[in-house]
């Protein structure tokens, strides 16, 4: 960068110090689905624990390792996702850290489980489990304490359930829309509530409710929309229904929408709504329950 230049919003492995016993690390995978990177959050200013470690990559965990200076005692994933989960393995032999997380899965080895409610204790901002299904079923936030005095003092680490400046992805069978919009409303009615959001890409939420509702309206909208959508092709597949129920997406992301339609889709036939020939299958036919099908 030249002497000057504005630095660029989410330098790459760098740590940056979000609140008060947080750093952000964010990788150098930006894309489509990750934003501008991956974020790898330590927490805890004594022993620390790194949520998802992100991708393996030598410089980013590099980074992680030093900016944890031989504290790190926990690696965290929120799920098993190939952008969040796979540097977990090196980073403990590089720091002896225990390996945490709902289950073992996609390639990641938990060496201790986390159910619903769990606790890790970390000194001065113990992390509690709250297990949010939908964009994946293994799917983990994380609620820090960061104690009395600390503005924010309750922040939620949410991987892929909250993104900032982006929907998520609902990519069935693991992913499911019914179960996603049920844990959004779990953490909008966390009790006692998250006073900030630290998302799995992006920047710090300091809205949590505005930021939860504002997805469950688009979510509840997207749905009516391919109601709609359906209902005027009266039968369709989601390759032919894909144009008209997500004509505001960039063509070039419609490969990805899809997987979100299926989505959508199977929620209104669970529903009652439409029906299929097979609610299994991403290429099966789909229509509005009521209507003639044969046309």
Known sequence: MTPGATPPPFPHDEPVHVVPGVVRVTAANPGVMTGPGTNTYLVGTEDVAVIDPGPDDAAHLAAVVAAGAGRIRWILVTHTHPDHAPGAAALARATGAVRMGFASRDQFAAEATLADGDVVPVPGAPLRAVHTPGHASNHLCYLADLGAGASPRRVLFTGDHV???????ISPPDGDLDAYLASLERVLRLDPPADALAPGHGSLITDPPGALRAILDHRRARTAKVQDALARRGRATVAELLPDAYDDVDAARHPIAARSLWA???????????????????????????????G
């Open 163 to 169: 993104m900032d400046g982006s929907t998520v992805v």
């Open 264 to 294: 959508h889709l199977r929620s209104l036939a669970r529903g009652g709504q439409v029906g299929t020939s097979d609610v299994d299958d991403p290429d099966a036919t789909w229509w509005v329950v009521g209507r003639d099908v044969a």
